[in-house]
């Protein structure tokens, strides 16, 4: 039996539908998913009148029509010459094939010359490839075509046929249903297909907790492109301390961030940026936004996108907006912010940090994908006035040194962690002994003074807590001008977390 499919998403069928009417010669198909991209083509290729044959081309088998080899096609100077002079109508897709075109003018020219050649005379040529990569000479000629990853369309029937498949039923619980479909993109169709028939194997039926499942998998998967970072949701609200402002805001809208709020008018959430000192909780409040909204989070790294070894920064970074376009709904957090916008302040006009700058506000403004943007800064006096202003973010929010009432929070949560009785410490104590820590320093302290009481083999007390606060000298203490310009530049430009 085979496997059902529809259609890919319209933008995509329609761009190439709309291809074929105007006769561009040259496509270029940017995809992961050769398979599906045949599919596709095929489909189109029927409905034509008359119905167009379909030729695929690689280095490996050359080029071939069904089953049967086209002689004297292997390289691809050959298939090029072979398109060219064959009176046929026709798909020819080529795949991988921009490594032939990579540093060599002859192809490049010969594909040139195919452009002219094949122009009106109902032979359409397709680059089949997951990579972009165009010669300048090829580029007023190439019509481009990007395939997106499977949307709602095409995992639902997936998955109905899969679970009938493993269960004998389709799943009757359509938010499960949903869950599991949002769970599942950013993956293709044949990754899909892999994980759920591993997942559903030896089932007895489908539960919820194979969404769980679901997302393990796709961390592995997500970790092969580098760019993008899953974090798993294993930290709740009630794991962070204090901030009681930003926390009331995250849950007001943990039911807005649905289609279904959108059709009743209001408007999705875009997101918003945590400035201020460091080791105060950002990460951890942004790691909490995952498991208040159900929603899986995936974060990227500014220092990986200079660093090179993705390529291009600009085009590192349009790679990683595209890719979380495909994983929506979701949420993305862009860690240290101001390291891919320092160039902007700095006057580097022209550098790749201006272009990647002007990306990042062009998608925050236009996208129309279900994706939340958390963005987290220490140098916010690095942060251009654009870049902050209302219809970027929906909010700006300062995460000063926790108060004491919020310091009593921080160490009832991590001495819980401890296994610790709090009835025998004295917070009120803690928190006034540590004015002017942050949460990370406190965490620190507790976890330097359980190491002390387990060299001396006994629980850990109120006094390890104390000699250990006592030896230690917080951040504070020793950038005091540095924060104080940190909290008068927040007074103005930002709302209190707390």
């Keep these: 039996m085979s496997i059902p499919i529809k259609s890919n998403r319209p933008n995509a069928v329609e761009r190439l539908r709309k291809a074929i009417i105007s006769q561009y010669p040259l496509l270029y198909l940017l995809s992961w998913e050769e ?18 044959q379909v030729y695929i081309w690689s280095i490996s088998q050359g080029l071939t029509l069904g089953n049967e080899a086209i002689p004297d096609t292997g390289n691809a100077l050959a298939v090029l ?10 798909f020819y897709l080529l795949k991988d094939f921009h490594r032939e075109v990579e540093g060599n003018p002859v192809i490049t020219r010969r594909l040139r010359d195919a452009y002219y050649a094949l122009k009106d005379r109902g032979k359409f040529l397709c680059l089949v490839s997951p990579i972009l990569s165009l010669p300048e000479e090829l580029k007023k000629e190439i019509y481009l075509i990007e395939i997106l990853l499977p949307g709602d369309d095409e ?3 997936l998955v109905d046929y899969l679970t009938n498949r493993h269960f004998k039923t389709t799943i009757t619980d359509e938010e499960a249903k949903r869950s599991l479909i949002n769970g599942l993109k950013g993956l293709t169709f044949s990754e899909i297909q892999h994980v759920l028939n591993g997942i559903f194997y030896g089932k007895p039926a489908f539960s919820p907790d194979i969404i ?26 009630s794991d962070l301390g204090g901030y009681a402002t930003l ?8 039911h807005l961030f649905t289609r279904e709020a959108e059709v009743a008018g209001i408007s999705l959430p875009k997101g918003l940026l945590m400035m201020g000192i460091s080791g105060c909780g950002k990460s951890l409040a942004v790691k909490t936004i995952s498991s208040l909204w159900n929603l899986p989070l995936f974060r990227l790294d500014m220092s990986n996108i200079f660093s090179g070894g993705y390529g291009a920064p600009e085009n590192a970074f349009r790679r990683a907006l595209a890719a979380v376009d495909a994983l929506s709904p979701c949420l993305l957090w862009i860690d240290e912010i101001e390291t891919g916008i320092v160039g902007v302040k700095e006057g580097a006009q022209g550098g790749s940090t201006t272009r990647i700058f002007a990306t990042f506000l062009t998608w925050m403004q236009e996208k129309d994908s279900m994706v939340f943007v958390a963005a987290t800064a220490n140098r916010i006096d690095l942060l251009p006035a654009e870049f902050i202003r209302k219809g970027r973010f929906d909010q700006v929010f300062f995460l000063d040194l926790p108060t004491e009432e919020e310091r009593k929070q921080i160490f ?13 410490f004295d917070l009120v104590t803690l928190a006034k002994t540590s004015e002017a ?18 060299n001396e083999h006994v629980p850990l007390t109120m006094m390890h807590l104390i000699k250990t606060l006592s030896q230690t000298i917080p951040l504070s203490r020793t950038m005091t001008e540095q924060i104080k310009m940190i909290r008068t530049w927040a007074l103005q430009r930002a709302i209190n977390a707390s």
């Design 35 to 52: 398979d599906r991209v045949e599919r596709m083509v095929s489909s189109i290729a029927r409905s034509l009148n008359p119905p167009l």
């Design 81 to 90: 010459e072979y398109i060219i002079k064959t009176p046929t109508p026709g």
């Design 155 to 157: 995992i639902a029937p």
């Design 212 to 237: 769980d499942q679901i997302l393990l998998e796709k961390e592995q998967i997500t970790k092969k492109d580098g760019l993008l970072e899953f974090i798993f949701p294993r930290y709740r609200t």
């Design 247 to 254: 926390k009331n805001w995250l849950k007001k809208r943990s």
């Design 412 to 424: 009832t949560i991590h001495l819980q962690r401890k296994g610790c009785d709090i009835m025998k």
């Design 437 to 454: 820590w942050n949460g990370a320093e406190i965490e620190q302290a507790i976890e330097t003074a359980s190491i002390e009481a387990y």
